[in-house]
């Protein structure tokens, strides 16, 4: 069955940095969209970013662009997102999700997810 | 920006039926596929409802899910309401480029 199991959450200062991570299985993972997306405490969902299986393309939300870079390791079936100058606002819980296309994107599997506070 | 503008709230009784919106800020909201996700407290989201009205394998026929071009708006409707059924709803669309969540709906069953 497919799994998303995200780490590398914590606390960190305002304009520290932080790489979160999704490793994957039970799907064949260089074939499919991955996506990030955060939820603030008591708040809605927010979409971050989104990579294709190759690695390209690439988009962010305009919230993010320019701090936040998406990665992935095909080999290791895994999933990244490195997180620079963060602000209280990046505090979130953050979602690792599988993606499909059928002339539009959606979401399909969702990890557990994994918090980031933005504190000093 | 588009944006997708949704109830903050609805509530209805056990085994009524209720009907949670999702708007379209411009364009038509028929463009690109609506899709609906249930999210209970302290868990991830799960789909209900995908490219417009088609539902999981699992989830339930009492939720169905609709397009009305003329309103620009998508709907979620639950008929049979459960208590399991109390959670938060959210719509989700594309913008080509974006993916869009409206700002979500906690359904009560009281």
């Known amino acids: 069955q497919v799994q998303l199991v995200e780490s590398g959450g914590g606390l960190v200062k305002p304009g520290g940095s932080l790489r979160l991570s999704c490793a994957a299985s039970g799907f064949t993972f260089s074939d499919t969209y991955m996506t990030w997306v955060r939820q603030a405490p008591g708040k809605g969902l927010e979409w971050v970013s989104y990579i294709s299986g190759r690695g390209s393309p690439i988009y962010y939300a305009d919230s993010v662009k320019g701090r936040f870079t998406i990665s992935r390791d095909n080999a290791k079936n895994s999933l990244f997102l490195r997180m620079d100058n963060l602000r209280a606002e990046d505090t979130a819980m953050y979602y690792c999700?599988?993606?499909?296309?059928?002339?539009?994107?959606?979401?399909?599997?969702w990890g557990q997810g994994t918090l980031v506070t933005v504190s000093s | 920006n588009f944006v997708l503008t949704q109830p903050h709230s609805v509530s209805e009784s056990p085994g009524k039926t209720v009907t949670i919106s999702c708007t379209g800020s411009?364009?038509?909201?028929?463009?690109?596929?609506v899709q609906w996700y249930q999210q209970r407290p302290g868990s991830a989201p799960t789909t209900v409802i995908y490219e417009d009205s088609d539902r999981p394998s699992a989830v339930p026929d009492r939720f169905s899910g609709s397009i009305d071009s003329s309103s620009n708006s998508a709907s979620l409707t639950i008929s049979g309401l459960k208590t399991e059924d109390e959670a938060d709803y959210y719509c989700q669309s594309y913008d080509g480029t974006n993916l869009v969540f409206g700002g979500g709906t906690k359904l009560t069953v009281l």
């Open positions: 999700a599988s993606m499909k296309w059928n002339y539009s994107p959606r979401f399909d599997f």
């Open positions: 411009s364009g038509r909201i028929a463009s690109n596929f």
